[in-house]
């Protein structure tokens, strides 16, 4: 009993997030805010099958000494100046009159009149209007007549940097996400495009709303529950099944894998296809938790630190 207990004072805690940047997440985030992940199922070698039946024999012992020294027990928020942001550059062509976005999910591809037109592959939008302005583009997404997104980008003089303001409105309370991102050219456009168009890498990402950064855990006996609040979350459990996330307007689900008292990994999924996969490590001292986040639709990853509120 006593070497179990050293065991998982030592132990390492990751969990997995929801969401675009989030995802947030919850990218819950995503999250939230906000990739592809392993698919749910059989989860557990015979080693760590036997240290979970040794941990559940505590559990029916202390359970709740055992679930108030959880490590994920409370509120998080992202330090956005230790954030790393993804490396693959977005990419964007606007020229005679007909937006292009190369890196969006889906891709892309309408005339920049402001005009609403259909976007099919999205669970999130179904309609798109791009409207080009003097230093780049206004963007709006709507799903059945509602405005769910709204996106205003602009280049600078020199044509070297970028700032993307967004106000994200999908959350189930109503309460709008707001965010500022700066990127730097990388790649030029073609001749005669519009100056938004080329490569551009994010470098830097400003989140105006705490609601969108914040996520609070809380360990069950058998399991973790999650919720932000504008509103989302999920109860699972630590068995490779899938859960429903509950607060968002599609179907999303979450399998959770505890590895150990500091470790949880989860995949995501949104209308049954793999999208987030997101490692969240509980620092030594119990108030940092040190996050890694795979988009595997967009093939991009995110790192960033998670700080506790103050009980």
Same mark, same amino acid.
């Given at each position: 009993?006593?070497?179990?207990?050293e065991?998982?004072?030592?132990?390492e805690?990751v969990?997995?997030?929801?969401?675009d940047f989030?995802?947030a997440?919850?990218?819950?985030?995503a999250?939230?805010?906000?990739?592809?992940?392993?698919a749910?199922?059989?989860?557990?070698?015979?080693?760590?099958?036997?240290a979970?039946k040794?941990v559940?024999?505590?559990?029916v012992?202390?359970?709740?000494?055992l679930?108030?020294?959880?490590?994920?027990?409370?509120?998080w928020?992202?330090?956005?100046?230790?954030t790393?942001?993804?490396?693959?550059?977005?990419?964007?062509f606007?020229?005679?009159?007909?937006?292009?976005?190369?890196?969006?999910i889906?891709?892309?591809?309408v &005339?920049? !009149? =402001? #005009?609403? +037109?259909?976007m099919a $592959?999205? %669970?999130?939008f *179904?309609?798109?209007?791009?409207?080009?302005?003097?230093?780049?583009?206004?963007?709006?997404?709507?799903?059945?007549d509602?405005?769910v997104?709204?996106?205003?980008?602009?280049?600078?003089?020199?044509?070297?940097?970028l700032?993307?303001e967004?106000?994200?409105?999908?959350?189930?309370?109503?309460?709008?996400v707001?965010?500022?991102?700066?990127f730097?050219r990388?790649?030029?456009?073609?001749?005669?495009?519009s100056?938004?168009?080329?490569?551009w890498?994010a470098q830097?990402?400003?989140v105006?709303?705490a609601?969108?950064?914040?996520?609070?855990?809380?360990a069950?006996?058998?399991?973790?529950?999650a919720?932000t609040?504008?509103?989302?979350?999920?109860?699972? &459990?630590? !068995? =490779? #099944?899938? +859960?429903?996330?509950? $607060?968002? %307007?599609?179907? *999303?689900?979450v399998c959770?894998?505890?590895?150990?008292a500091?470790?949880?990994e989860?995949?995501?999924?949104?209308?049954g296809?793999?999208?987030?996969r997101?490692?969240?490590?509980?620092?030594?001292?119990?108030?940092s938790?040190?996050?890694?986040?795979?988009?595997?639709?967009?093939?991009?990853?995110?790192?960033?630190?998670?700080?506790?509120?103050a009980q």
């Amino acid at each position: 009993m006593q070497g179990l207990a050293e065991d998982l004072a030592n132990s390492e805690v990751v969990v997995s997030t929801v969401g675009d940047f989030m995802v947030a997440w919850v990218s819950m985030a995503a999250v939230a805010s906000m990739g592809a992940k392993t698919a749910c199922g059989s989860i557990f070698d015979r080693k760590e099958i036997r240290a979970m039946k040794n941990v559940m024999w505590l559990v029916v012992l202390f359970p709740a000494a055992l679930l108030a020294q959880s490590a994920f027990d409370g509120t998080w928020v992202v330090k956005l100046e230790q954030t790393q942001l993804p490396k693959k550059p977005e990419v964007y062509f606007l020229q005679n009159g007909v937006y292009e976005c190369d890196t969006c999910i889906p891709r892309i591809k309408v &005339k920049a !009149d =402001g #005009k609403d +037109y259909p976007m099919a $592959g999205s %669970p999130y939008f *179904s309609m798109v209007s791009v409207r080009q302005t003097a230093d780049g583009v206004e963007i709006t997404e709507k799903h059945k007549d509602k405005v769910v997104y709204s996106e205003t980008d602009s280049v600078s003089a020199d044509g070297k940097t970028l700032t993307e303001e967004v106000v994200d409105m999908s959350a189930p309370n109503g309460e709008p996400v707001k965010a500022k991102e700066v990127f730097q050219r990388v790649a030029p456009g073609p001749d005669g495009a519009s100056k938004i168009s080329g490569s551009w890498q994010a470098q830097q990402i400003k989140v105006l709303s705490a609601n969108g950064m914040t996520v609070t855990y809380h360990a069950t006996e058998q399991g973790l529950q999650a919720s932000t609040p504008g509103g989302e979350g999920y109860d699972a &459990k630590f !068995d =490779g #099944k899938e +859960y429903r996330v509950h $607060g968002v %307007p599609v179907r *999303s689900t979450v399998c959770l894998k505890r590895v150990n008292a500091r470790t949880i990994e989860e995949t995501d999924k949104t209308e049954g296809r793999v999208h987030y996969r997101v490692r969240m490590a509980v620092l030594g001292d119990g108030n940092s938790m040190k996050v890694t986040e795979i988009d595997e639709q967009r093939g991009t990853t995110m790192n960033y630190v998670m700080e506790k509120k103050a009980q």
